[in-house]
């Protein structure tokens, strides 16, 4: 093995020891660990620029744009996030509004219905009460018809009586005139008869 090759190795072992609490802390942690990556690549980097060796270099390179490029990645999906965040904020802010809004909207059609209700048994309160006073006027209407057609009977029957009376009174004058006659004439047939004795 050439030394190089050794210090290649060496490179990369060393490297995996460094890295593997790291790894353990961040996949505890739930971090991505791209900043071992990018830190890995720039000693393998070095390494490659300090010893002359271009693949170790190119490696290097490949890791750190590798890296670049991943977290470019992480930082799209992180804004990503935050859109489809601010987007659900955003929805359930109009669906609790909507929700708002339907409530206050069945409040206001329930209190409109009970004021309908209300003012619907106000309207048959007052017809019933209108109802009863028309009643009340014709019973009244009718009774003082009723009244007066007995006083007018009363009068009628009074007039027929009085006039009954007159009738009677008259008969009775009649009578007693007949009778005045009667005894008149039967005092001028007596007078007669004695200037003829």
């Not at 961040?26 to 010893?51: K, M, T």
Request: proline share 1%.
């Amino acid at each position: 093995m050439n030394p190089l090759s050794l210090v290649k190795t060496t490179l990369n072992v060393s490297i995996a020891i460094v890295r593997l609490p790291l790894d353990t802390v961040n996949r505890l942690l739930g971090r991505n660990g791209l900043e071992v990556d990018a830190a890995a690549a720039a000693v393998r980097e070095s390494a490659g620029q300090a010893l002359g060796d271009q693949a170790l270099q190119a490696e290097g390179a490949r890791g750190r744009v590798a890296t670049e490029k991943r977290t470019e990645a992480v930082r799209l999906r992180e804004a990503a996030q935050e859109v489809a965040t601010a987007a659900d904020a955003k929805a359930k802010a109009k669906k609790d509004e909507a929700a708002a809004k339907r409530a206050r909207a069945d409040q206001d059609a329930q209190a409109e219905k009970q004021a309908a209700d209300k003012r619907a048994k106000e309207r048959k309160r007052k017809a019933a009460e209108q109802e009863r006073q028309r009643k009340g006027v014709a019973e009244k209407a009718a009774a003082e018809k009723r009244e007066a057609a007995k006083s007018q009977g009363k009068r009628s029957r009074l007039k027929a009586l009085d006039e009954g009376a007159e009738a009677m009174q008259e008969r009775e004058d009649a009578l007693v005139a007949a009778e005045e006659a009667d005894r008149l004439k039967a005092a001028a047939t007596s007078v007669k008869a004695a200037r003829k004795s």
